[in-house]
């Protein structure tokens, strides 16, 4: 990478590389819930907060030995950037898999700092990728079952896998989120027009227990250590806890149960990241581990009190991210 001997000690922007590929209201909604709180929080932190597709990267390697990168035409360097890099690959974003996930890379080669590493960003976006990774935590993991789909979905290659869980089941894409192309089926027929449908977007899928009713507790973990838990619930025939899908938040945030404090503390050292949050279910009788995301967003709805729990859990990120940032950085001078 190029020479930043004479760079800021500490990174001043903060680039989210997001495929935007958005209506107007998807737009404005991520903006009032999401990105517009994160940029007033990384302002605070003297951080410029940017949302990147990823062709606004373009890297000059005429001298392999000294590459320049160029974000949305601005140099940049490692010593004054940090990149977010957490695949995204909802629907509407499948044309972007390829571009973000070899740009990571590239990033990742030219030394500049990720605090979501490529690796770890593919193996929390595949359901089934996380639950092979966290397969010894102390609170189990929900079988899960994971099969293709495409033109060739109904042939019944997939039925043997499939057995091994009773209906029903719910049944959602491997790698998508937000609740999208959840369904619950009670019998064969139902799970094999699933597996159709999935195959016109050739979308494999994971299938697991259909738990109805039960309690979340999403676990915000910063540095390796919970800092907030966020309580949810649903109700009645209920596909997830999002308000979308017919769930709702018990209550506010608040600390961590003992119960759980092995499962976190397992979690992190298998995810070598300042930031993730951890999904737990409690069926009534036992705890689970839902799932993971790298980039567990913080929506903000407008409650004062949740509101605020939000902004403490956001800076605690982006300290973070800054943190790693320095470590690297020091240690990337100490080396040279």
């Known amino acids: 990478m190029t020479d930043d001997t004479a760079a800021p000690t500490t990174a001043r922007r903060l680039s989210w590389i997001y495929p935007d590929r958005g209506t107007a209201w998807l737009r404005q909604a991520e903006e009032d819930a999401v990105w517009g709180p ?9 951080l410029d907060l940017t949302l990147n597709k990823p062709e606004e990267v373009a890297v000059d390697a005429s001298d392999p030995k000294q590459p320049k990168v160029y974000l949305d035409g601005d140099l940049v360097t490692p010593a004054d950037t940090i990149f977010v890099t957490s695949l995204y690959s909802l629907p509407h974003q499948t044309q972007d898999v390829c571009n973000q996930v070899f740009l990571f890379t590239i990033l990742q ?35 899960t079952v994971r099969v293709g789909s495409g033109r060739e979905a109904m ?53 697991q227990p259909y738990l109805p009713g039960v309690r979340e507790q999403r676990v915000y973990v910063v540095d390796g250590q919970a800092h907030t838990v966020l309580y949810g619930v649903k109700e009645g025939y209920c596909l997830m806890v999002t308000k979308s899908t017919g769930g709702r938040h018990e209550r506010g945030y608040s600390g961590l ?41 913080v929506g903000f709805n407008g409650i004062p009190e949740q509101d605020a729990a939000g902004r403490e859990i956001v800076q605690a990120r982006f300290q973070a991210y800054l943190a790693g940032h320095a470590g690297w950085l020091a240690a990337e001078r100490s080396r040279r």
């Open 38 to 46: 994160y940029r007033k929080v990384a302002a605070g932190l003297g």
């Open 109 to 143: 080669r030219l030394g500049f700092y990720l605090p979501i590493p490529p690796d770890l960003s593919y193996l929390g976006e595949d359901k089934l990728a996380t639950v092979l990774h966290l397969a010894d935590s102390p609170i189990p993991m929900l079988p």
């Open 155 to 207: 042939a019944g290659r997939n039925d043997a896998a499939l057995a091994a869980l009773p209906f029903p089941l719910i049944v959602k894409p491997a790698y998508w989120g937000m609740g999208l192309g959840i369904s619950v089926v009670h019998n064969t027929h139902d799970l094999k027009g699933v597996i159709g449908l999935a195959g016109g977007s050739d979308t494999a899928l994971v299938a």
């Open 257 to 297: 149960p003992a119960e759980l404090a092995d499962a976190v503390a397992y979690a992190a050292q298998r995810l070598p990241t300042p930031y993730f949050t951890l999904d737990f279910l409690h069926d009534g009788e036992r705890h689970w581990v839902s799932e993971i995301e790298l980039d567990g967003a």
